[in-house]
């Protein structure tokens, strides 16, 4: 191939520039979906307001992120991360039993707490669109085998019980640690702060290691 025929190859900058542009375009879109979310709710909730808002089209709302499901993805992973659901990981790998419960629950009532009125409204869209309930129940799940580790772990500790034992305290925890109780209690106590500080009491009390 002679050197006038050579097909020139895109440059590394061009590439660059290409990816900051679409980060950009996203991080856009992600904070008008979630200004919709907290300011217009479910009816307004679309693609195409969405585009229009965001200053871009329909298809690049799709090359970006696929469908609605996968917007709605991206949001709750910025949700998570901004809410401090990443210090999950290192609960995890934890090995003392009560130390793992204990930052368990602090880390699911801090994220909570962080965007408490936003999550309320996404909980609510969740029980009347198809969408949004996947999504929701897509974290909940993550969160109910995050509760079954814990409660693994507590039950190894003390002599393993039945099954049915074993599947009843993860239910607990995963009820105890749930929006809908931390919302209830928030509003009944006054302030996600002492809501939280109820539900690590409680959870406190019910799985505490028998003397």
């Not at 900058?13 to 008008?32: F, G, N, P």
């Not at 079954?148 to 009843?168: K, M, Y």
């Not at 931390?182 to 006054?190: H, N, S, T, W, Y």
Request: with cysteine; net charge positive.
């Amino acid at each position: 191939m002679t050197q006038k025929n050579r097909v020139p190859c895109k440059r590394p900058y061009s590439l660059r520039r290409r990816r900051e542009l679409s980060d950009r375009k996203r991080t856009k879109i992600l904070a008008v979906a979630r200004r919709q979310l907290e300011c217009n709710g479910f009816l307004n909730f679309t693609l195409d307001s969405l585009a229009r808002e965001s200053g871009v089209t329909r298809q690049t709302i799709h090359n970006l992120f696929g469908t609605k499901a996968g917007l709605l993805e991206a949001l709750f992973d910025q949700l998570a991360r901004d809410g401090g659901i990443a210090r999950m990981r290192t609960v995890m790998q934890q090995a003392n039993p009560e130390s793992m419960l204990a930052s368990f629950v602090e880390v699911v009532n801090d994220f909570w707490a962080k965007d408490r009125m936003l999550i309320r409204r996404i909980h609510g869209m969740a029980a009347i669109d198809p969408e949004f309930g996947a999504a929701v129940e897509a974290r909940n799940q993550r969160r109910r085998g995050a509760a079954a580790r814990v409660v693994g772990l507590l039950n190894r500790s003390s002599g393993e019980p039945d099954v049915v034992d074993r599947t009843q305290s993860g239910a607990t925890l995963y009820a105890l640690t749930s929006f809908e109780f931390f919302d209830a209690l928030a509003e009944g106590c006054g302030s996600p702060d002492e809501a939280g500080r109820l539900v690590f009491a409680l959870v406190k009390k019910i799985f505490a290691a028998p003397s």
